[in-house]
């Protein structure tokens, strides 16, 4: 028997107790595992993160005294809000040197952000550790790309199915959103002239991770957050040659040198989106200052 395979069954078959009794507690709904064992890309030391869906107001004491019970040590539970606005709240166990990571959503939010990905419209929120911001269709590609551990009302397996079904206009939305790529490019080649290497740094960071999401958008692919991005976008049908190479090239440089490297990577990418005259994406192009 291989160990390592044994200990990783060991290791599961813990995680979908967890989640059986986490649906035990009031106000959770349902709990998926998500990340990188969801896709079945992960180490053998990746983290287990378990998306825990709850309606309305949530029990924190059952929900503490569960994390404490399972850790075999006091853990402090952040509730909605605790740790910012888009991601709710959650907690980080270590079991047995595993790291279980209790990640809290909003069922009744993410659905509403769902109706709005379905008519085209998304947000970026400010929320602490998503540098880029957080790209509100980042709900529904979790729910999407998850793996449903229990689901006691069937909620959460009934909107998985819909997500599935990568919404036609979300897709055109942040395609024609990849015009802020070239704004942010052009704010940087001004800054890169004075030596605002932070300033460079920003702007470039940015666009680069717009055009990531545009990437996955054109083929109808959830991108989650900047994590992996860039070699999840380099790796889709017909992204520009050297794509992540010029990309790190350009944010290691921060001159403007790389500057015009960005340009050429925003340009390659308009071409894969398909951008034309008349377009959508030819209007946002006339936002961008001369």
């Not at 709005?116 to 911001?133: A, I, M, N, S, T």
């Amino acid at each position: 028997m291989n160990t390592e395979s044994a200990a990783e069954r060991v290791r599961a078959s813990m995680v979908d107790d967890m989640a059986a009794r986490l649906t035990a507690v009031s106000g959770v709904r349902a709990v998926a595992l998500g990340g990188s064992r969801a896709r079945s890309t992960h180490r053998p030391d990746s983290d287990w993160d378990l998306g825990v869906y709850y309606r309305g107001t949530l029990d924190l004491v059952a929900l503490t005294a569960l994390a404490s019970q399972a850790q075999g040590s006091p853990v402090e539970v952040a509730g909605p809000g605790g740790w910012g606005p888009w991601v709710d709240g959650g907690a980080w166990l270590r079991i047995d040197g595993t790291a279980v990571d209790w990640i809290l959503r909003d069922l009744d939010r993410v659905e509403s952000v769902w109706s709005d990905c379905r008519e085209g419209r998304f947000e970026v929120g400010v929320q602490p550790g998503h540098p880029l911001g957080f790209w509100s269709p980042c709900y529904p590609g979790e729910v999407a790309l998850g793996r449903v551990l229990a689901d006691p009302y069937g909620e959460l397996t009934e909107l998985q199915q819909q997500t599935r079904d990568y919404p036609e206009l979300l897709r055109r939305a942040l395609c024609d959103a990849a015009w802020e790529a070239d704004f942010s490019v052009t704010a940087a080649r001004k800054s890169a002239v004075s030596g605002d290497t932070l300033h460079v740094a920003l702007c470039l960071s940015r666009a680069f991770g717009i055009l990531a999401q545009a990437l996955h958008a054109h083929h109808r692919t959830w991108c989650l957050n900047e994590k992996g991005a860039l070699a999840a976008a380099a790796l889709l049908p017909e992204t520009p040659a050297d794509f992540a190479e010029r990309v790190g090239g350009a944010l290691r440089g921060l001159d403007s040198a790389a500057v015009e490297t960005a340009a050429s990577v925003a340009r390659d990418v308009r071409a894969v989106l398909g951008w034309e005259r008349g377009s959508a994406g030819d209007r946002a192009r006339s936002r961008i200052p001369a």
